[in-house]
Structures are given as C-alpha cells and as structure tokens.
Nanobody, 122 residues
Framework: VQLQASGGGLAQAGGFLRLSCAASGRTFSNYAMGWFRQAPGKEREFVAAISWSGGSTAHADSVKGRFTISRDNAKFTVYLQMDSLKPGDTAVYYC????????????????WGQGTQVTVSS
C-alpha cells in the first residue's frame, strides 16, 4: 500500500484544514488507518485512527472535539478534519495503514505516507 498525504498548509489559530490521505491498492478497505504528527524535536504522536470499516474511531485527548477522522473506502481515502486549530497543532502530519490491534500504537502500522506540513499561526 502506498499512501499520499495532502491538504497541509498555513492556517490561523481558530481556523481549519482538511487533510486527505489517498491510498493505492485494492486492499485499502482491509486496513485500519491512522494519523500521527511530529513537531520539531518531539516524538511522533498519535492523533486519530479509524478501523477498517469506519465503525470505530479514536482521537487523542489533545484533539478530541476539534479533529475528526473519517474514511471513504470507495475512494481509497482517509480524511482528517481539523477545526479550531491551535499553534500547538503545528507539526508534520503522517497517515499510516496496517492490520493493527491497538489503533493508537504507531509501531503496529506497516505503511506510512510522506507527511504533510501543518503550520498554525497565533
């Protein structure tokens, strides 16, 4: 599976962005999908994830109520709607795919996209 993330950019605090992650391959619907982010000098951290069917989602406490993950298996795409952005959301955002037991753990994901930069100004 190859993943291509897009939609990053510059936003003002309180604004919004929508990230997309397009996957190649017809096995997309078999995989759980996750979004992770990495700020300069920090570890890559979990942001949100969604099960293969879309029936189960999880969001990090830091983004809960502001970010929403969703997927469209017919389009082989997963989305991250980011509202009420804060400067602390500034990071490179990565999408990932895998057969995972714990969708919050980055070590369980097998495939990673190249990342898209999100910068939030105050």
């Amino acid at each position: 599976v190859q993943l291509q993330a897009s939609g990053g950019g510059l936003a003002q605090a309180g604004g919004f962005l929508r990230l997309s992650c397009a996957a190649s391959g017809r096995t997309f619907s078999n995989y759980a999908m996750g979004w992770f982010r990495q700020a300069p000098g920090k570890e890559r951290e979990f942001v949100a994830a969604i099960s293969w069917s879309g029936g189960s989602t999880a969001h990090a406490d830091s983004v809960k109520g502001r970010f929403t993950i969703s997927r469209d298996n017919a389009k082989f795409t997963v989305y991250l709607q980011m509202d009420s952005l804060k400067p602390g959301d500034t990071a490179v955002y990565y999408c990932a795919a895998g057969h995972v037991k714990n969708i919050r753990l980055k070590r369980e994901y097998n495939y990673w996209g190249q990342g898209t930069q999100v910068t939030v100004s105050s």
